[in-house]
């Protein structure tokens, strides 16, 4: 079993930027993809972000292209999500999600373990 931690979220004002963290509990996640899921009230789950095991290939939803930015530090077992000129639409749950294998997929059902979520609120 693998726990995610994820810290980092908050309220922004519209233009500004967050950090988010996730750190898994075992280092074994570090061959994995790992990916961020955001939710919004009343919306489905989407991709966010990915990074494949190694840092190699990263994918980034076109909503935030630009605006956000994935990255891991495998030897500290840490996902960032690094978020920059937030909208009031990237409002959500920001979940922390580790894959089955060692490449990232679309679909929620190819994650395994899933954090707690962290709030991000932006708005003035």
């Known amino acids: 079993q693998v726990q995610l931690i994820e810290s980092g979220g908050g309220l922004v004002q519209p233009g500004g930027a967050l950090s988010l963290s996730c750190a898994a509990s075992?280092?074994?996640?570090?061959?994995?993809?790992v990916a961020w899921f955001r939710q919004a009230p009343e919306k489905e789950r989407e991709l966010v972000a990915a990074i494949d095991w190694n840092g190699g290939r990263t994918f980034v939803a076109d909503s935030v292209k630009g605006r956000f930015t994935i990255s891991r530090d495998r030897v500290k077992g840490t996902v960032y999500l690094q978020m920059s000129s937030l909208k009031p639409e990237d409002t959500a749950v920001y979940y922390c999600?580790?894959?089955?294998?060692?490449?990232?997929?679309?679909?929620?059902?190819?994650?395994?373990?899933w954090g707690q979520g962290t709030q991000v609120t932006v708005s003035s």
């Open positions: 075992k280092r074994t996640a570090s061959n994995n993809a």
């Open positions: 999600a580790v894959a089955r294998g060692a490449v990232y997929g679309h679909s929620p059902n190819l994650y395994q373990y």
